[in-house]
Nanobody
């Protein structure tokens, strides 16, 4: 079974860059078809898709976050990484990594495998 695990600092200072890593087991991030996404959920709010990196290495971003977001990968470690720059307290959320098909780029949140999520707080 595919498993995903988020890791990274739980506390980030305003104006700094948030960096999280998703480690994937049970499947390769280079396998044809799949897209590997980052999704977040601020307290009391719904899920927000942030972006994804496809099996090919192509990246896709939410228009509202594109200017601050970068997703990359290390295929030798079967990991992909989120970087969110210039963070503010509004970026405080539980951050998830998840697997889905190409429909995630068009707005679908029907991803089949999810990490457990990791809390990130932006505070000085």
């Amino acid at each position: 079974q595919v498993q995903l695990q988020e890791s990274g600092p739980g506390l980030v200072k305003p104006s700094q860059t948030l960096s999280l890593t998703c480690t994937v087991s049970g499947g390769s991030i280079t396998t044809n078809y799949y897209y590997w996404s980052w999704i977040r959920q601020p307290p009391g709010k719904g899920l927000e898709w942030m972006g994804a990196i496809a099996y090919s290495g192509s990246t896709y971003y939410s228009p509202s976050l594109k200017s601050r977001t970068s997703i990359s990968r290390d295929t030798s470690k079967n990991q992909f990484t989120l970087q969110l720059s210039s963070v503010t307290p509004e970026d405080t959320a539980v951050y998830y990594c998840a697997r889905g098909g190409p429909e995630v780029v068009a707005g679908s949140l029907d991803l089949d495998y999810w990490g457990q999520g990791t809390q990130v707080t932006v505070s000085s």
